[in-house]
């Protein structure tokens, strides 16, 4: 399947990556090759083949139980860009 | 023209768990900023989500209650967006195996029982919240990131917000009988997101549907509803044809604006989350949280009507509640009082403490128990009705039985009908005037109970000062 | 002494015998990755102090007679995508570039749980995406058996180091051959361990159905001690993980004794593509295998031929949405030139911080996941990879091990691949299926070739077939001598 370049400007919104300019162009031919690449797979015959739910293994369950380990001091603060009031903050958000 | 609104919901309700859904930080409301986190819950790159097994027993849980199958193989998937309050950027939920599916909730609209199906019932996690006010920009709170939910979609089966406000206070009942929810309004415990559509009266066809996004009332979903279809029909009638699109709730200003249209419908690429692996309720499982059901709200509020000869009104406020509702059962099943009394007790001086105390049943010291040996204590006229009034508080905050209170508090009636013989007499030989009145035909007898009810200090039994007062005044 | 030269077992009798001390052993070892490491590039951090605090500690211990696990004091390199509480974990690029973990990973409080003494983090693929170090946005690694060439990747630094004699073990992770192929590259022993077998929990993801954390030695009696260590079921950590049976007893279980195995040459690894040197090397071995009373004949496993199209749609699709949470929001790199606006703030960290090669596998990624692709592409795999897992199968319902060898070719040329994505991918069409399978895969070197650069093989197990595997390794390794090699420096 070929892509093309509305197709590739969908998907870098979706990424939310910037690819303006020669960042695309730079970008174009090689998506291209790689997506001829896995389209190989379009050969292959699956039947009826599918996997809508892997069950090999099942039921990794935890009990209900609170655990507090961790203050935003430790966790949060010494990481954060730029930590306000408590948490991380960003730029206002118009909802 | 005449229109049809047609209307589906998709409610979220959290779950009442003690820690988060995919990490063992505490759920509880009101905590400090960011004090109910760890690296799961706020997205530290190479942590890993481990689901919290009640959840799956709650959503399977309410399945049972509205009538749904469900799974007994379901998965977790990945719902993708960028988002401040979403430090994954995802969500973990459920798509393409919900836990429950098709099922059928039932309420009543002004006497008229309607029904709703439900589409799906999946759990997820609730994301955080963004705060405006605490600097110049948004800070981020992630205690509720990782709060369970339940999202449950209707089918597009109501038709008015009426119905919408019945089938919503079903689903709040129905939670708290199962007791998987606070149901807490003003903490968002309860949210939904509501689709609108209009239609010409009689048309089968489903017009093109706006999602309304931000309700977060039940009686702001009416309001919400209401508008939209007022909207619509406004649209409609001036030629305009209706897009679709999702528009948000301002219950202050109380209209809608556009939030974002069908062109820039978000996709979100669901896929099924490689962290988190198959789930599967076996038979056992399956058995005990069916164990765990009650009989329903609805199923309780008919038979109240038909089996107690109840009003509606009287049968619509017992069912709403568990604790109600089954301290009537439990005291009715008891055989030892009539279902009407222990009814109109609950209905009305225990809901009045219940009221004033600002207080719930369950965290009464009030048991089923207790009421059945008040009510039989008047039936038997050990005690007065007006004494069993007072009995009623400590009832509620002790842990005596209603005959010790009686004791203590010296409620017992005076049946003995040589000691109210002289009462009576006593009483008519005070009140002359009375006996003359009653000679020259009026009616004192009402006086002359009260002035005996006076003298026996309220301890003795009406019905004898009655039928003795008349004998007495014959005699005369 | 050159304690360096010597393998992690022969350590941790000198340590245990108190004939040398733990700090004198991670001094020497700091000094020899003083002496080249200049030259071979491996470490992003050395924890120097933190070590050497470590190995203190460990010597405290075993003065006051405490019993100490066999790696006790024992130095280990660990991959730069494994979290370490306090300590940097960049993922080898500049969107982490100043990203201290809150929380240790569960292998690095195992490694704490046996006195381990960690040296520092290792250079690595930005994110694990690449099969040559040279994605890292810190720096190249180098091999040290020939500076001009890569080292393999993406655990290039964890390979580097071992090879350089910097440190005797060393964790990396493997998602389609990032343990493997730089094993094979730089001359040492390297195991991908069963899916589950290891807890993932605080390996920065990259792809979750596939990656796995595994150990690096020179020998693989050294590899199966770290094997050992870090082997655990994680309940309350990783869904994902699994009980092994046999949690902690490999090295103990060792047992070269090959007469009877059956080992299964699988034809579509040995055709076009391979190189001369390389199949005869692995052909070399096999015949090895058969003198010491195993059984080697041909099998037949032709859905190679779809696993680089299968490995490059799931890992992509799942690190899309891994690394959707690096968005210069809660930690890592954010953009100075966002502004006021949140979107461009996501947009420019994302598309600043990551790296090209890393942007290309998001791009990927989000395609095969979105709306009007997902059923060809993503669900397409999905299926293909039961149909792999079944074929594996199958193969040993005959045999107990497959013998393949690692990559194509031996370490090439810095900067000979790293204009053609897809020069690079190919690289990976001998190690992806092990990881769509989720089984168990073991490189050691089985020879040079004629430019003196070591070529490795590949075992590949059942699952939870790690003590045959490494029965085998061992077998191998005392046949050949091909064991505790250390480039000259």
């Given at each position: 399947m070929a892509i093309t370049r509305q197709e590739m400007e969908h998907i870098a919104v979706l990424a939310r990556l910037d690819i303006a300019g020669e960042r695309f162009d730079r970008l174009a031919d090689d998506m291209q090759n790689i997506v001829g690449m896995v389209d190989k797979l379009q050969q292959l015959d699956l039947g009826d083949i599918t996997d809508v739910i892997n069950t090999e293994r099942k039921n990794a369950l935890r009990e209900d139980v609170v655990r507090q380990d961790y203050t935003p001091d430790e966790l949060i603060a010494p990481n954060a860009p730029d930590f306000q009031a408590g948490g991380v903050a960003v730029p206002r958000v118009v909802e | 023209m005449k229109y049809e609104a047609v209307i589906g919901l998709e409610v979220h309700a959290e779950l009442?768990?003690?820690?988060?859904i995919f990490c063992s930080c505490s759920t509880k409301f009101g905590a400090p900023i960011n004090t109910h986190t760890c690296p799961v819950c706020t997205g530290m790159p190479g942590a890993l989500p481990v689901l919290n097994k009640q959840v799956v027993h709650y959503a399977a849980k309410m399945g049972l209650a509205t009538g749904c199958t469900v799974n007994r193989l379901c998965k977790s998937d990945r719902k993708n967006y960028f988002y401040p309050d979403l430090p994954k950027a995802y969500q973990i939920s459920q798509f393409d195996v919900p836990i429950c599916e098709n099922g059928e909730v039932f309420f009543y609209v002004d006497g008229v029982k309607k029904s709703c199906r439900l589409e799906r019932i999946h759990f997820e996690e609730d994301a955080g919240k963004l705060l405006h006010d605490e600097i110049d920009g948004t800070v981020v709170d992630f205690n509720r990131c990782g709060v369970p939910l339940i999202e449950m979609v209707t089918r597009p089966d109501l038709r008015s917000s009426a119905e919408a406000k019945e089938f919503l206070e079903m689903i709040k009942t129905t939670l708290s009988y199962l007791d998987i929810s606070d149901c807490k309004m003003e903490e968002g415990s309860i949210r939904c997101d509501i689709n609108v559509s209009i239609r010409p009266e009689g048309s089968t066809e489903l017009g093109t549907r706006v999602e309304m996004k931000n309700v977060n009332t039940f009686s702001g979903a009416v309001r919400a509803i209401d508008y939209e279809i007022a909207r619509q029909i406004d649209v409609v009638e001036h030629g305009g044809t209706i897009q679709q699109e999702t528009r948000r709730w301002d219950d202050v200003k109380l209209k809608n604006t556009v939030m974002r249209t069908k062109e820039d419908a978000q996709d979100y690429r669901y896929f099924p989350d490689p962290d988190l692996i198959a789930v599967e309720i076996d038979d056992a499982w399956m058995a005990q949280i069916e164990s765990e059901i009650p009989e329903l709200p609805i199923s309780r509020y008919e038979r109240y009507l038909n089996e107690y000869g109840m009003t509606a009104m009287e049968a619509r406020q017992l069912s709403d509640s568990f604790a109600k509702a089954s301290m009537l059962d439990e005291a009715a099943n008891s055989g030892k009082v009539k279902p009407k009394a222990a009814a109109n007790w609950i209905l009305s001086d225990i809901s009045k403490y219940l009221n004033d105390k600002q207080v719930e049943l369950q965290d009464t010291k009030l048991t089923a128990g207790k009421l059945v040996d008040l009510i039989v204590l008047i039936d038997k006229g050990t005690i007065s009705g007006a004494a069993g009034k007072k009995v009623l508080p400590a009832l509620f905050e002790t842990d005596e039985t209603a005959e010790q209170i009686v004791e203590r508090m010296g409620l017992k009636q005076v049946s003995d009908e040589g000691a109210i013989l002289a009462i009576v007499q006593d009483v008519l030989a005070k009140n002359e005037k009375a006996v003359a009145d009653f000679k020259a035909g009026k009616n004192v007898t009402g006086f002359l109970v009260g002035q005996c009810m006076k003298a026996s200090r309220g301890q003795g039994n009406p019905q004898i000062i009655n039928k003795l007062i008349a004998q007495e005044l014959q005699k005369r | 002494m050159e304690l360096f030269k010597k393998t992690a077992a022969e350590l941790s009798d000198l340590l245990a015998k108190k004939e040398i001390s733990a700090v004198e052993l991670t001094k020497d070892v700091l000094a020899r990755t003083q002496a080249v490491d200049e030259k071979v590039g491996g470490y992003i951090t050395v924890a120097a102090d933190a070590a050497l605090a470590q190995a203190e500690a460990v010597d405290a211990k075993r003065a006051s007679g405490e019993a100490l696990s066999p790696l006790a004091g024992i130095p280990v390199a660990v991959k730069d995508n494994i979290c370490t509480r306090g300590t940097l974990t960049t993922c080898a690029s500049k969107m982490l570039y100043n990203f201290k973990p809150p929380y240790n990973a569960t292998v690095v409080d195992k490694l704490a749980a046996h006195d381990v003494v960690v040296t520092g983090k290792v250079n690595m693929d930005e994110f694990a995406?690449?099969?040559?170090?040279?994605?890292?946005a810190m720096h190249v690694t180098h091999?040290?058996?020939?500076?001009?060439?890569v080292p393999g990747g993406s655990s290039g630094g964890s390979a580097a180091v071992v090879a350089a004699g910097e440190v005797p073990l060393s964790l990396g992770s493997d998602t389609g051959g990032s343990i493997r192929q730089p094993a094979s590259f730089c001359g040492v022993v390297g195991l991908k361990p069963?899916?589950?077998?290891?807890?993932?929990?605080?390996?920065?993801?990259?792809?979750s159905s596939l990656d796995q954390i595994g150990p690096f030695g020179r020998t693989v009696e050294d590899t199966a001690m770290l094997l050992d260590a870090i082997t655990g079921y994680d309940p309350m950590h990783d869904s994902t993980s699994v009980k092994t049976p046999f949690e902690g007893s490999v090295r103990a279980n060792l047992n070269p004794d090959m007469k009877g195995m059956k080992i299964g040459l699988p034809r579509e690894y040995f055709?076009?593509?391979?190189?001369d040197e390389v199949r005869k090397a692995v052909l070399a071995a096999a015949d090895q295998y058969k003198a010491m009373g195993a059984e080697v004949f041909e099998i037949s496993l032709p859905l190679v031929e779809y696993a680089l199209p299968i490995y490059y749609i799931l890992s992509s699709a799942e690190a899309s949405s891994n690394l959707a949470r690096f968005d210069g929001v809660k930690y890592g790199y954010r953009t100075p030139n966002a502004g006021d606006d949140l979107i461009d703030l996501y947009v420019k960290s994302r598309s600043e911080g990551f790296g090209a090669e890393v942007q290309r596998r998001i791009m990927l990624g989000t395609y095969v996941l979105s709306s009007g692709y997902y059923d060809a592409y993503y669900k397409k795999a999905r299926a293909a990879q039961r149909k792999i897992k079944e074929e594996f199968a199958n193969a040993f319902q005959t045999c107990d091990m497959i013998l393949t060898p690692v990559a194509p070719t031996t370490a090439y040329e810095i900067g000979s691949k790293t204009t053609d994505p897809l020069a690079m991918y190919a690289g990976d069409i001998c190690t992806v299926s092990v990881n769509i399978a989720g089984l168990p895969g073991l490189v050691q070197p089985c020879g040079f070739d004629s430019a003196n650069m070591p070529i490795g093989m590949q075992l590949i197990g059942r699952p939870f077939g790690e003590q045959t595997l490494l029965n085998a390794g061992l077998a191998f390794e005392q046949a050949s001598g091909l064991r505790n090699i250390i480039a000259a420096l």
């Open positions: - | 009442s768990t003690e820690s988060k | 995406m690449g099969s040559s170090c040279e994605n890292s091999n040290p058996h020939d500076l001009t060439r069963t899916y589950g077998a290891v807890s993932r929990y605080g390996l920065i993801a990259f792809a055709g076009e593509g391979i190189s």
